[in-house]
């Protein structure tokens, strides 16, 4: 049987290694210095129209577009804008902001798996 792991007796916290807390700290400090982040990501898009005659159902056709689409999840259903090249140029900033909080989001579950594994001595 393997002893308790060691815990901060005077509010019963765990006592957590100081790598693991220097990390935490250095994703805190990066997500301190994030500004407006939006989720969801951009394509681009070639499409065809309804117009019975139009170019875009020749053989090759000839697509209409590109289309800049927004999509993200709402409610668990997928929501897409169309943007124009100006919005994209104005906004991609906050869609960088949004892949940036989703990694570090990610990197600061993983470091408490981890730091959870760690101090209850639990394996994978």
Request: glycine share 6%; charged share 30%.
């Amino acid at each position: 049987m393997s002893s308790p792991p060691p815990h901060d007796h005077d509010n019963e916290r765990p006592a957590i290694p100081e790598e693991a807390e220097r990390e935490r700290q250095r994703i805190v400090r990066a997500l301190s210095e994030l500004g407006f982040a939006l989720p969801g990501s951009i394509t681009e898009r070639m499409q065809r129209c309804g117009k019975k005659h139009c170019a875009c159902k020749a053989d090759p056709p000839q697509l209409h577009g590109p289309y800049l689409q927004w999509s993200r999840a709402v409610r668990g259903k997928t929501v897409t804008k169309v943007l124009t090249p100006e919005q994209l140029r104005r906004y991609q900033p906050w869609f960088a902001n949004g892949r940036r909080l989703r990694e570090l989001a990610h990197e600061l579950n993983e470091l408490s798996l981890t730091t959870i594994r760690t101090l209850e001595r639990w394996g994978r």
